[in-house]
């Protein structure tokens, strides 16, 4: 053993020590004293009072700017929903008589297998068509056209706002050093955090909803606009200087061009993120599939919440293969000539059948709304499935939750809660030091001060005993998952297949199954996180092993190491740095996941967000929201560190 690791084995020792000692210990030492207390909720509550009730901008008001620019983002999104959903209509109620009727369902999907033979083929045309067909079949149809009417105007905006900061970052490397911490946070900080001051600020109802869906899908975006206009070819660029382009004129017909395939794969992160907020923005008005979720959670309807959350995967799915379709598509020129029909024929159909299918309509009701008697409902599957699971399977079910709960759980959470504050601060700046030096080691301890100063110590040790548990386990499955995708063609497509199926459910979807088969608690939020973080450490470590250069394993062979000896002693610690940020990664998704398993029962900081939700403070949830952010910062600088030290140390870097 190393010195640095014997150093660390001697503070983990004393750590359980000092944990069996925690009875004999001053109450100070276990709970940070009131003396070093803030009220940063206080402050932050007043600072938005002010804000709201009191600050002016211009000649108006912040409370009435932001209404006005709620009332600008209503009419597209109006608009939006009449086309969908709801058609235009007189009258209110049970006397309100249609004018002109909604898309029908026929046009919708018509539409929609346009957009796949378009994007890609007509595999993908079919594979639309049968995912939104699935949603008329099976009663989804209106709740999902909600959610398409939010997503359709929220990934617009995040895609422009993203491309705008991004550009700029990219003109400007100082503005770029600014918006970094400002992107960190808005990537860290749990959605649940911002809804609070965004309700105060746009009031209740599906528009605060799409600002939420837009500030949280953004910042991937961002990031990534920046590195397309970065990686533009150097010699594209001097060229266009060389013919006297303008500096718009270079951004225009020569960097976003060229950088638009990579700019697409942004897009497809907006849509993404933008239906993962569908649940958690329909607690704030947004409506929708979400909505159908999060009251089927509240009843505890299995069934209800299976059929809606299915709903939500399908979507999940078709969307995210038909931007990815569009993403490998851009740039391509279209060399048709004729007129515009001739050049559009796709789009002259689906135009052609929203008007046929309109007029239809008035006369066969079916033709305009699925019928009723056709819908196919499967609640009484899902629920009867629960039930037999729960009847047959309740002692194994029991017995493996309990075996975890009790020798891995509770014993974890025993034991960083028995730990001494100043203890903690310690080892986490020490930690810091020993990774990246002073700066690092500074990071680390006004972090961890923040977190003692707001007086939810408990909270913060128990969302990192969850997210400790939960990313071990997650690493445990993960990377042997990864090792055997890189080593096996076919095992790494079922792998690759079951890892995509895992990124496009949204988070609450999760949450569904384990409720109903372990109930609520600590361990249903484990699995839940586990499921939901578990894509990273497999990719990463299938990726860090795949990029290892074949003439080492070739060298390692030819010295007679066997399989297992090349793997151990060559491929994963060639690995470790890819496989680090991979756990790195599994700790950002553990977290921010943990802010919606507070629905579940736990009593960690996510459940301190959702309760500030509940009752609309806005102090306590940005100030528990921040909490987290800085565990999450923490765990980031530290990892990112240690992976950079491996790389140094392998001779991976320069």
């Given at each position: 053993?190393?010195r640095?690791?014997?150093?660390?084995?001697?503070?983990?020792?004393a750590?359980?020590?000092?944990?069996?000692?925690?009875?004999?210990?001053?109450?100070w030492?276990?709970?940070?004293?009131?003396?070093?207390?803030?009220?940063?909720?206080?402050?932050?509550?007043?600072?938005?009072?002010?804000?709201?009730?009191?600050?002016?901008?211009?000649?108006?008001?912040?409370k009435?700017?932001?209404?006005?620019?709620?009332?600008?983002?209503?009419?597209?999104?109006?608009?939006?929903?009449?086309?969908?959903?709801?058609?235009?209509?007189?009258?209110?109620?049970?006397?309100?008589?249609?004018?002109?009727?909604?898309?029908?369902?026929?046009?919708?999907?018509?539409?929609?297998?346009?957009?796949?033979?378009?994007?890609?083929?007509?595999?993908?045309g079919?594979?639309?068509?049968?995912?939104?067909?699935?949603?008329?079949?099976?009663g989804?149809?209106?709740?999902?056209?909600v959610?398409l009417?939010?997503?359709?105007?929220?990934?617009?905006?995040g895609?422009?706002?993203?491309?705008?900061?991004?550009?700029?970052?990219?003109?400007s490397?100082?503005?770029?050093?600014?918006?970094?911490?400002?992107?960190?946070?808005?990537?860290?900080?749990?959605?649940?955090?911002y809804?609070?001051?965004?309700?105060f600020?746009?009031g209740?109802?599906?528009?605060?909803?799409?600002?939420?869906?837009?500030?949280y899908?953004?910042?991937?975006?961002?990031?990534?606009?920046?590195?397309?206009?970065?990686?533009?070819?150097?010699?594209?660029?001097?060229?266009?200087?060389?013919?006297?382009?303008?500096?718009?004129?270079?951004l225009?017909?020569?960097?976003?061009?060229?950088?638009?395939?990579?700019?697409?794969?942004?897009?497809?992160?907006?849509?993404?993120?933008?239906?993962?907020?569908?649940?958690?923005?329909?607690?704030?008005?947004?409506?929708?599939?979400?909505?159908?979720?999060?009251?089927?959670?509240?009843?505890?309807?299995?069934?209800?919440?299976?059929?809606?959350?299915?709903?939500?995967?399908?979507?999940?799915?078709?969307?995210?293969?038909?931007?990815?379709?569009?993403?490998?598509?851009?740039?391509?020129?279209?060399?048709?000539?004729?007129?515009?029909?001739?050049?559009?024929?796709?789009?002259?159909?689906?135009?052609?059948?929203?008007?046929?299918?309109?007029?239809?309509?008035?006369?066969?009701?079916?033709?305009?709304?699925?019928?009723?008697?056709?819908?196919?409902?499967?609640?009484?599957?899902?629920?009867d499935?629960?039930?037999?699971?729960?009847?047959?399977?309740?002692?194994?079910?029991?017995?493996?939750?309990?075996?975890?709960?009790?020798?891995?759980?509770?014993?974890?959470?025993?034991?960083?809660?028995?730990?001494?504050?100043?203890?903690?601060?310690?080892?986490?700046?020490?930690?810091?030091?020993q990774?990246?030096?002073?700066?690092?080691?500074?990071?680390?301890?006004?972090?961890?001060?923040?977190l003692?100063?707001?007086?939810l110590?408990?909270?913060?040790?128990?969302?990192?005993?969850?997210?400790?548990?939960?990313?071990v386990?997650?690493?445990?499955?993960?990377?042997?998952?990864?090792?055997?995708?890189?080593?096996n063609?076919?095992?790494?497509?079922?792998?690759?297949?079951?890892?995509d199926?895992?990124?496009?459910?949204?988070?609450?979807?999760?949450?569904?199954?384990?409720?109903?088969?372990?109930?609520?608690g600590?361990?249903s939020?484990?699995?839940?996180?586990?499921?939901y973080?578990?894509?990273?450490?497999?990719?990463?470590?299938?990726?860090?092993?795949?990029?290892?250069?074949?003439?080492?394993?070739?060298?390692?062979?030819?010295?007679g190491?066997?399989r297992?000896?090349?793997?151990?002693?060559?491929?994963?610690?060639?690995?470790?740095?890819?496989?680090?940020l991979?756990?790195?990664?599994?700790?950002?998704?553990?977290l921010?996941?943990?802010?919606?398993t507070?629905?579940?029962?736990?009593?960690?900081?996510?459940?301190?967000?959702?309760?500030?939700?509940?009752?609309a403070?806005?102090?306590?949830?940005?100030?528990?929201?921040?909490?987290?952010?800085?565990?999450?910062?923490?765990?980031?600088?530290?990892?990112?560190?240690?992976?950079?030290?491996?790389?140094?140390?392998?001779?991976?870097?320069?």
């Amino acid at each position: 053993m190393t010195r640095q690791g014997s150093v660390w084995l001697g503070l983990f020792l004393a750590s359980l020590g000092l944990a069996l000692l925690a009875p004999r210990l001053p109450a100070w030492a276990l709970d940070p004293p009131d003396a070093i207390l803030l009220d940063m909720s206080g402050w932050v509550s007043a600072g938005m009072d002010w804000l709201v009730n009191r600050a002016t901008f211009g000649l108006f008001t912040v409370k009435e700017a932001t209404r006005g620019i709620a009332a600008m983002i209503e009419l597209p999104y109006d608009a939006t929903r009449i086309a969908l959903v709801d058609g235009i209509t007189e009258g209110r109620g049970r006397r309100a008589t249609t004018i002109v009727p909604p898309i029908s369902w026929i046009a919708v999907i018509t539409a929609m297998v346009a957009l796949g033979i378009y994007a890609r083929n007509i595999w993908l045309g079919l594979l639309m068509g049968v995912l939104f067909a699935y949603l008329a079949v099976f009663g989804q149809w209106e709740s999902a056209m909600v959610t398409l009417a939010s997503i359709i105007i929220a990934v617009p905006m995040g895609v422009v706002g993203g491309l705008a900061l991004g550009t700029a970052a990219y003109l400007s490397p100082r503005f770029n050093r600014a918006m970094s911490p400002m992107l960190d946070l808005m990537q860290t900080v749990p959605t649940f955090a911002y809804l609070v001051p965004i309700l105060f600020l746009f009031g209740f109802g599906p528009v605060a909803a799409l600002i939420a869906t837009v500030i949280y899908a953004m910042p991937p975006m961002v990031r990534i606009t920046t590195m397309a206009l970065n990686a533009v070819p150097a010699e594209l660029k001097e060229f266009s200087l060389m013919v006297g382009c303008t500096g718009a004129q270079r951004l225009r017909k020569v960097l976003l061009p060229t950088a638009l395939p990579d700019l697409m794969v942004g897009v497809n992160q907006v849509i993404m993120l933008s239906l993962n907020m569908v649940i958690i923005a329909s607690m704030i008005g947004a409506g929708g599939l979400g909505f159908d979720v999060l009251n089927a959670l509240r009843r505890l309807d299995i069934g209800k919440g299976v059929e809606a959350g299915v709903a939500i995967t399908v979507m999940a799915v078709a969307l995210d293969r038909l931007s990815q379709a569009l993403a490998k598509r851009a740039g391509v020129p279209d060399l048709r000539n004729g007129s515009w029909v001739q050049r559009h024929p796709k789009t002259t159909l689906v135009v052609a059948v929203i008007v046929i299918t309109g007029l239809v309509g008035l006369v066969m009701p079916w033709v305009q709304t699925y019928p009723k008697e056709a819908m196919i409902s499967t609640r009484g599957f899902w629920a009867d499935l629960v039930k037999n699971i729960n009847v047959n399977y309740y002692d194994q079910l029991e017995s493996f939750k309990n075996l975890l709960l009790l020798n891995v759980l509770l014993p974890t959470k025993r034991f960083l809660l028995a730990l001494p504050w100043p203890w903690v601060m310690a080892l986490v700046t020490l930690a810091g030091w020993q990774l990246g030096r002073g700066r690092l080691a500074l990071l680390c301890l006004a972090l961890t001060a923040f977190l003692a100063t707001t007086g939810l110590w408990e909270q913060a040790m128990t969302t990192v005993y969850l997210c400790g548990i939960s990313v071990v386990i997650a690493a445990i499955i993960g990377i042997p998952l990864g090792i055997l995708a890189a080593s096996n063609a076919t095992a790494g497509k079922v792998i690759g297949g079951f890892i995509d199926t895992l990124q496009t459910l949204p988070s609450f979807v999760y949450l569904i199954p384990v409720v109903m088969l372990f109930r609520v608690g600590d361990f249903s939020a484990m699995i839940a996180v586990v499921l939901y973080a578990l894509a990273p450490a497999v990719r990463y470590a299938a990726h860090g092993l795949r990029s290892i250069p074949s003439e080492l394993i070739e060298a390692g062979t030819v010295c007679g190491c066997t399989r297992w000896q090349v793997l151990r002693r060559i491929r994963l610690p060639m690995a470790l740095p890819d496989i680090m940020l991979g756990i790195n990664q599994t700790i950002m998704l553990a977290l921010s996941m943990l802010v919606i398993t507070a629905l579940v029962g736990t009593r960690d900081l996510g459940q301190q967000v959702y309760a500030a939700l509940a009752t609309a403070d806005t102090g306590a949830g940005v100030v528990a929201g921040v909490s987290v952010a800085a565990i999450a910062i923490i765990a980031d600088r530290l990892i990112a560190a240690g992976a950079n030290r491996a790389r140094a140390r392998l001779g991976m870097t320069s």
